[in-house]
């Protein structure tokens, strides 16, 4: 597991842990080295057949993560492995973290949050989870993406079937909300993804993990 601090504007540090599958993208990197970078991991990870399928990876790699800098994305890492469920075919996901302002106020605003996120008639599934961090809201659903161009650079619209979730903490101060969440089009890896993001939720603090209080230590008293 590797620990990460994310840098933004909450006005408290963030602290997360991710798999050591997960591997961070920078988000100021020239997009041509990033793209090329992705293309030799992806061709690395299905060097016994490969085709155009690590170009593939990468080209949505770039256009997600497009979409992720437009929604204030402080962290984004990417895993791109054999498939659990086909070894022939390459499984890739984006572990994202953002953060969105948000008025919360009241003395249970989850609950209201949860019953504003709900879409009645969609594949939105929306609760509350219990976190070390605290209480969250956990939003899961199935959406369909259209990317502006084809891999062959032809200007005409494709639509991708993913899946992503997302799971959503409210910031010490009620003025933030840290949206930790992965999508994956590898939908016959989905459940490996859940997991990973479970994991990774549960690793959230707000305060410095590695500086126990003396009422941490007295708890199990």
């Given amino acids: 597991m590797l620990a990460a601090e994310a840098g933004s504007d909450l006005g408290a540090p ?13 988000l100021d990197e020239a997009p041509a080295e990033r793209f090329r970078r992705a293309v030799d991991n992806a061709t690395a990870v299905m060097s ?4 155009t399928e690590p170009l593939r990876v990468a080209y949505v790699q770039e256009a997600m993560l497009s979409q992720l800098r437009r929604q204030a994305a402080v962290y984004v890492a990417h895993c791109v492995a054999r498939s659990e469920a086909d070894p022939s075919k390459l499984a890739v996901a984006q572990f994202s973290i953002l953060v969105q302002e948000a008025a919360l106020s009241g003395t249970q605003p989850l609950p209201v949050l949860v019953n504003a996120l709900k879409q009645p008639g969609t594949t939105r599934e929306v609760g509350l989870a219990d976190y070390p961090a605290g209480e969250a809201a956990v939003v899961g659903e199935e959406v369909k993406v259209v990317l502006p161009v084809t891999l062959s650079a032809r200007a005409e619209e494709e639509e991708r079937r993913v899946r992503q979730a997302q799971v959503l903490f409210p910031v010490p101060g009620g003025q933030h909300l840290v949206v930790v969440g992965v999508t994956s089009e590898s939908l016959d890896d989905w459940s490996h993804y859940i997991a990973m993001l479970d994991g990774i939720a549960r690793s959230i603090s707000f305060t410095d993990p590695s500086r126990t209080t003396i009422a941490d230590r007295l708890a199990g008293l």
């Fill in 48 to 51: 016994d057949n490969s085709g």
């Fill in 14 to 26: 963030l602290w997360f842990k991710v798999p050591d599958q997960f591997h961070e993208l920078d």
